[in-house]
């Protein structure tokens, strides 16, 4: 037990964080970015010292490797495009390890380069494929009385005096939400991850302490991408498993809500039913008619799907195709073969 309580020690000292008996918990980042949790004494876990390492990828999964793996359609990401493109709030839910911040990361590629990208973190996960590109992790207390201790709450609020045409917060679980969705009122698109396992239970989360949102507020959310932890043939894994657009949430706290996709676990495969309500908001608040937006979705799902098939798998080839993409839509199109 004394070698385990050194090895914690260590770890804790690694993540440059401090454990002792008055303070028997621990979480933190190591050097590689891995996510360590552990407890110090055998009052708090009677077996004695714990430790848990969650170990990230290098260098985070690419839209058209989660196509790979089937944890979503090419559809799916075409829409997200288009979301992120015209500005849209986007939450994604789901239970621990169901792909939360994987599939956030993805999303990220899909940022127009020349915008202003501020993320906010627990501790650092996210590693987007860009130059401009503000990362900021909140800070634990130094000594006793909270002193020093910068929370989510402070980098987010100052995060606005920044001026960013994206705010990404890792996670959100307090009044947190509360600046994150006055933000969006104000104009300031968002996405972050949440835990909750449906549209109902997020809504209740954000409704309820310690959250608290007005439900009227909860209308400035666009749509919630829901992710789950599957098996599939045996095998654990990942799926997204529905997009819901928010239409409207009463002050009741009863959403109104669509549903454009879905994945059909029985034969896992993924639906798509045509008709989406965000892209009518975006055809009116930017004046494209729906037609060419669909037109526009149509074109990336089949250039996804090609890149996927072509396997460019790649971060930096990923991020080249994006940027060129939006510089020179057609020249793209052309080196692919799709209409």
Known sequence: IDK???FVEKLAQRAGKYISYAEPLLDGSLPDGSRVNASYTKDVTSKGPTFTIRKFTKVPWTPTQLIALNTLSPEMLAYFWLLVQYKSNIFIAGGTASGKTTLLNALAFFIPPEAR???IEDTRE???????????????AIGT???????????????????PDYVIVGEVRGKEAFVLFQGMASGHPSISTMHA??????????ETAPIELSPTLVNTLDCVAIMTHAIVKN?????????????????????????????????????????????EKISVRYGIP???????????????????????????QMKKIVNEYY?????????????
């Open 145 to 163: 009385g909270g002193i020093g201790e910068i929370d989510l709450f402070d980098l987010l609020k100052n995060s606005f005096r920044q001026n």
């Open 4 to 6: 385990l309580a050194g």
């Open 235 to 279: 095998r654990e894994t990942r799926r997204l498993r529905e997009i819901v657009e928010i239409i409207n949430v009463k002050s009741d706290g009863t959403a109104l809500v669509n549903t454009p996709f879905s994945w059909n676990p029985a034969q896992d495969i993924f639906y798509y039913k045509k008709e989406s309500k965000v892209f």
């Open 126 to 140: 996210l590693n987007l494929p860009r130059e401009n590109w503000l990362p900021a992790v909140a800070r634990i």
């Open 290 to 316: 729906l037609e060419n937006l669909q037109r526009e979705f149509l074109r990336r799902a089949k250039l996804l799907y090609t890149l996927y098939q072509k396997k460019i798998f790649g971060f930096e």
């Open 327 to 339: 510089e020179n839509p057609s020249f793209v199109l052309k080196q692919y073969g799709i209409e």
């Open 117 to 119: 990208v501020v993320s």
């Open 197 to 206: 396992d449906s549209v109902d239970t997020m809504i209740k989360r954000l």
